[in-house]
């Protein structure tokens, strides 16, 4: 078993029906923690944690939209009620689509990306860090991107709530350090989360050094350690877990959205 510390520790992951999320899920499980699966979808929460417990693990699914305060705050009262605690959030819960260029663009897309990515984050650390701070710490591992810091075409709101999203951890880190509450970011790379055929992943993997597009399985031992007590002198800070993507100077294979699909200036 890697990181013992952790078994036994209460473990909220939000957005864990599938992907990333699920994969980080299902690794705390693994390790012995009590884990509170978190999806919008509650069919695919409730599935999440009974392949859990399946396992021999301990889990219970916790559905809830995180931009809804009144549901975020239900959340967090059924972990409290079922496990006694949270020791653990990990803040994984977001959106990429519609995937739309700036001029395409509408306040009603903007609002749901900001309120699901963003302010999602933001009601999830808001009650977990509460009840950390009373009990004498904790973890919280917000979800990033190289959108944070980089761009990407047609991703404008979901850009500008990675980088929010940074920006959030540095602050929270140094207002809840002083209650043992540590708060650090993940940023992952190019990740295979809906299953691509093997040559969308080689193609897709030509440009990031490490020579293949990640899996979601990749960001669950940097989630692991961050929660653990190897980490115990680690916040406010952001690791990349990209296979190298952006340490390097290179042309990008593909764009996801490629700039001849942008609106022609005479339609504007």
């Keep these: 078993m890697t990181h013992p510390d952790l078994a036994g520790k209460v473990v909220v992951v939000t957005g864990a029906g599938k992907g990333i999320g699920q994969a980080i899920a299902e690794r705390f499980g693994s390790v012995g ?11 695919t929460a409730e599935g999440v944690a009974a392949g859990i417990n399946d396992a021999g693990g301990t889990a219970i699914a916790a559905p809830a939209d995180v931009s809804d305060s009144g549901q975020v705050g239900g959340m967090f009262d059924r972990t409290v009620d079922t496990f006694g605690t949270v020791d653990v959030l990990v ?19 903007w609002r749901r990306i900001i309120d699901v990515n963003l302010t999602g984050h933001f009601l999830c650390c808001h009650v977990a860090a509460r ?3 009373k009990k004498g710490g904790g973890s919280i591992i917000n979800m990033s991107s190289g959108g944070a810091t980089r761009a990407h075409r047609s991703f404008t709101a979901y850009d500008a709530s990675k980088g929010g999203i940074e920006a959030l951890t540095r602050a929270m880190a140094l207002d809840l ?8 970011a993940l940023m992952p790379g190019s990740i295979d989360t809906a299953g691509m055929d093997e040559e969308a992943r080689a193609y897709r993997g030509l440009n990031i050094p490490a020579g293949r597009i990640g899996d979601p399985y990749d960001m669950t031992g940097p989630a692991l350690f961050l929660a653990s007590d190897d980490a115990a002198y680690i916040t406010g800070d952001v690791i990349k877990v990209d296979g190298g993507m ?11 959205v490629h700039p001849d ?8």
Excluded: C, K
């Design 131 to 133: 009840i950390m701070a």
């Design 177 to 184: 350090g002083p209650y043992n509450v540590r708060v650090n």
């Design 91 to 109: 803040n994984n819960a977001g959106l990429v689509s519609p995937m739309l260029h700036f001029f395409d663009a509408d306040e009603t897309w």
């Design 261 to 268: 699909t942008f609106p022609a200036v005479e339609d504007l």
């Design 246 to 256: 952006l340490a390097q100077q290179r042309s990008a294979t593909v764009d996801i």
């Design 33 to 43: 923690s009590s884990v509170v699966v978190n999806d919008v979808d509650t069919t």
